[in-house]
C-alpha cells in the first residue's frame, strides 16, 4: 500500500503564507497525479491543486495567483504553497496521490493537516 505524511500545516494571520509537505512511500511503482484537497466544517471536500509527473499543474479558481503546487519525482514528494492566505482558507487539507501499486491504480489520501487563518 501507500502511505502518504502530510506536513506544515498550523495558525497564520491573514495574508500571511504556508508550506504544506507530503511525502508518499510504499509499495509504488509509480505515482501518477497528485495533489490537494481541503475540507472547512460543515463543508464537503474540495479539490485545491495538482500537479502530473511532467509538471502540469492545475488549480481551483480559489486558489489561483495565491498557491502554487510543486512536486519532486525522485523524492515522491507534493507540496503547496501557500500565499496571501485569508480565513476562508482555513480547513483540513489532504494530500492525494494516484499510484499504481500491485493492487492496482488508485487514490490514496493523506491523513490530514490542519491550516488556521485568523483574521
Known amino acids: 500500500q501507500v502511505q502518504l505524511v502530510e506536513s506544515g500545516g498550523g495558525l497564520v494571520q491573514a495574508g500571511g503564507s504556508l508550506r504544506l509537505s507530503c511525502a508518499a512511500s510504499g509499495s509504488i511503482f509509480s505515482l501518477n497525479l497528485m495533489g490537494w484537497y481541503r475540507q472547512a466544517p460543515g463543508q464537503q471536500r474540495e479539490f485545491v491543486a495538482s500537479?502530473?509527473?511532467?509538471?502540469?499543474?492545475n488549480y481551483a479558481d480559489s486558489g489561483k495567483g495565491r498557491f502554487t503546487v510543486s512536486s519532486d519525482n525522485a523524492k515522491n514528494t507534493v507540496s503547496l504553497q501557500m500565499n496571501s492566505l485569508r480565513p476562508e482558507d482555513t480547513a483540513v487539507y489532504y494530500c492525494?496521490?494516484?499510484?499504481?501499486?500491485?493492487?492496482?491504480?488508485?487514490?490514496?489520501w493523506g491523513q490530514g493537516t490542519q491550516v488556521t487563518v485568523s483574521s
Open positions: 500537479i502530473t509527473p511532467g509538471g502540469w499543474a
Open positions: 492525494t496521490a494516484d499510484a499504481s501499486t500491485t493492487g492496482g491504480t488508485r487514490r490514496f
